[in-house]
């Protein structure tokens, strides 16, 4: 059965740091695209940031470059994002996913327009003034 797990969400005052874990299990395979995805009271779910499994190659969304880093440890098929320069408006539900390579994909990469088959439940993180 496949799980995703996410941890490490919080309460944090704005300027402050927060690191997400994600926790995979029960893939038969690595899946090819990983990534996170927030969603906040009264919003879309939006793409966060995403890396390619066989290259690391990544994307994140214009709100959050230069503050969040996605990072992968294969070996113990875990996603990590760091979060640094909190802002009150990240404040979100974080939710960690992955998918496999597929038609749907190519041309694309792993795209966060493109859905997601496999989620997480999600952490809360709240960002104070």
């Known amino acids: 059965q496949v799980q995703l797990v996410e941890s490490g969400g919080g309460s944090v005052q704005a300027g402050g740091s927060l690191r997400l874990s994600c926790a995979l299990s029960g893939f038969t395979l690595t899946p090819y695209c990983l990534g996170w995805f927030r969603q906040a009271p009264g919003k879309e779910r939006e793409g966060v940031t995403t890396?390619?499994?066989?290259?690391?190659?990544?994307y994140y969304a214009d709100s959050v470059k230069g503050r969040f880093t996605i990072s992968q440890d294969s070996a113990k098929l875990t996603l990590y994002l760091q979060m640094d320069s909190l802002k009150p408006e990240d404040t979100a539900m974080y939710y960690c996913?992955?998918?496999?390579?597929?038609?749907?994909?190519?041309?694309?990469?792993?795209?966060?327009?493109?859905?997601?088959?496999?989620w997480g439940q999600g952490t809360r993180v709240t960002v104070s003034s």
């Open positions: 890396i390619t499994s066989r290259d690391g190659s990544t």
């Open positions: 996913a992955a998918d496999y390579w597929r038609l749907g994909r190519q041309g694309v990469g792993c795209s966060p327009r493109v859905e997601y088959n496999y």
